[in-house]
T-cell receptor, first 113, second 114 residues
Framework: DAGVIQSPRHEVTEMGQEVTLRCKPISGHNSLFWYRQTMMRGLELLIYFNNNVPIDDSGMPEDRFSAKMPNASFSTLKIQPSEPRDSAVYFC???????????FGPGTRLLVL | DQQVKQNSPSLSVQEGRISILNCDYTNSMFDYFLWYKKYPAEGPTFLISISSIKDKNEDGRFTVFLNKSAKHLSLHIVPSQPGDSAVYFCAASAENSGTYKYIFGTGTRLKVLA
């Protein structure tokens, strides 16, 4: 059974460009989480969805960040415009339900020059 | 403000000895705690969890201890193996309050020396 799938695995872009990260959760899971990992702050939750509905986006750093989940098998995290301080590893995770164990994807390493 | 703190960024242990990773939290509403392990270029994987109604949970070589009065949990690995070398994250959530999001610490890098 495939785990959480993220694409791209690596992204290098220039400041000001739009970046879109993609995630396919484990089939049958109804909760999806976006995290950002940095050395200083560790793993931070950005937003999570339950049954495709955003439940808590209090971790989204600013209006430049947006996330969507148009259906149960796909989610995107968009940064527009990107800035160098957005450079980090972005993880997507899914769970069977909100209170169940979260399973992480391999992450997208983003570098904004 | 870090609600979950892992004050040791790194730890080195000899193979066969015990590894003890520590985690402190500040929010008394947290009632469920987890440890995740992360290898380079991979996502974190779930290792072990503990509910606040317990003070110990064991799974093979891994044991998590919870001290609610001290707001402290620890992960013991006995015996440590070179394959245990990874970054370990502790996480906490306040599930009884209806919020299920995990708050993670900054991680501790464990190196087990052969």
């Amino acid at each position: 059974d495939a785990g959480v799938i993220q694409s791209p695995r690596h992204e290098v872009t220039e400041m000001g460009q739009e970046v879109t990260l993609r995630c396919k959760p484990i089939s049958g899971h109804n909760s999806l989480f976006w995290y950002r990992q940095t050395m200083m702050r560790g793993l931070e939750l950005l937003i999570y969805f339950n049954n495709n509905v955003p439940i808590d986006d209090s971790g989204m750093p600013e209006d430049r960040f947006s996330a969507k989940m148009p259906n149960a098998s796909f989610s995107t995290l968009k940064i527009q415009p990107s800035e160098p301080r957005d450079s980090a590893v972005y993880f997507c995770a899914s769970s069977l339900d909100r209170q169940e164990t979260q399973y992480f994807g391999p992450g997208t390493r983003l570098l904004v020059l | 403000d870090q609600q979950v703190k892992q004050n040791s960024p790194s730890l080195s242990v000899q193979e066969g000895r015990i590894s003890i990773l520590n985690c402190d939290y500040t929010n008394s509403m947290f009632d469920y705690f987890l440890w995740y392990k992360k290898y380079p270029a991979e996502g974190p994987t779930f290792l072990i969890s503990i509910s606040s109604i317990k003070d110990k949970n064991e799974d093979g070589r891994f044991t998590v201890f919870l001290n609610k009065s001290a707001k402290h949990l620890s992960l013991h690995i006995v015996p440590s193996q070179p394959g245990d070398s990874a970054v370990y994250f502790c996480a906490a959530s306040a599930e009884n309050s209806g919020t299920y999001k995990y708050i993670f610490g900054t991680g501790t890098r464990l190196k087990v020396l052969a």
